[in-house]
């Protein structure tokens, strides 16, 4: 576990959850300041992401942020959308302790699941999504949908599995870490709603088919914790979003 980026202290908890017995205390070891190796996104102002010329708006390098304009058509949007009305369920967090995903007050959205490939549009999707973050398909989970009402939010958090929680083991033990997010704003919200990384003092403003990428899993497997972000009050109007997480292997 302590190869594959857990701190000792949690490597040594799980393995005790998972024994059930004492573990040998792990010795502290001082995490590794975050290396900024190359994003694998390309490097041009439009980029060709599958089927569609896709135009970069900024980029960050520290964090690791990039913002896009038309990932999606409006079309697209307002069909994602449409199809995911019928299949919202109250979003969930993984317990850290425990790895088992539950509804917390830190999380007022509702959200819906596609799996990879499951029709044309959702291949369509899940295949531009992935070239236009220059990680292979198989790499991706299924296409996440999230709906915010009035006075919905997701307060700060990680998407990668925090090394300390013990319950993130069995989240990255087959498929690895997560090393990358794009979120796709699917509308335009009436007042709120920005995505805020409160460290690096950034905000951005949700627009209707534009994206927002982050990368936070370099390829020594270290973990950035000027990540750290939230998805900010909508005051007025709803949100909605679709999210595609990468993984460092096969998911
Ligand atoms: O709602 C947002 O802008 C952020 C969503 C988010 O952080 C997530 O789904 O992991
Ligand atoms: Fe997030």
């Not at 999606?72 to 019928?86: F, G, H, K, V, W």
């Not at 369920?89 to 850290?96: D, E, I, K, L, P």
């Not at 991706?140 to 949908?145: A, R, S, V």
Request: glycine share 12%; hydrophobic share 35%.
């Amino acid at each position: 576990m302590v190869g594959a980026g857990f701190t000792e202290d949690a490597a040594g908890k799980a393995v005790k959850r998972f024994l059930g017995g004492e573990s040998a205390r792990p010795v502290g070891r001082e995490p590794t300041a975050y290396v900024y190796d190359d994003c694998p996104v390309d490097g041009g102002n439009v980029i060709r992401a599958y089927d569609r010329d896709v135009k970069v708006v900024m980029r960050v390098r520290q964090p690791q942020v990039i913002l896009f304009a038309d990932v999606l058509s409006e079309d697209e949007c307002d069909q994602m959308i449409a199809r995911s009305r019928t299949r919202l369920a109250r979003s969930t967090t993984v317990n850290g302790e425990t790895g088992v995903d539950e509804v917390i007050s830190n999380r007022t959205s509702e959200g819906a699941v596609f799996q990879r490939g499951e029709d044309a549009l959702i291949d369509l999707l899940d295949r531009r999504t992935s070239a236009l973050m220059n990680w292979p398909v198989e790499k991706g989970e299924g296409l996440q949908i999230l709906r915010y009402g009035p006075g919905g939010e997701y307060r700060p958090h990680f998407d990668y599995f925090p090394p300390e929680d013990p319950g993130s083991w069995r989240h990255v033990e087959i498929p690895g870490q997560r090393v990358a997010t794009l979120i796709v704003y699917l509308n335009d919200v009436e007042a709120g709603g920005a995505t805020a990384f409160p460290e690096a003092g950034l905000s951005v403003a949700p627009k209707k088919g534009g994206a927002l990428y982050f990368r936070y899993c370099n390829g020594a497997g270290q973990l950035d914790p000027l990540t750290r972000h939230c998805g900010e009050l909508v005051t007025a109007g709803e949100k909605w979003i679709m999210t595609k997480w990468m993984r460092q292997r096969r998911f």
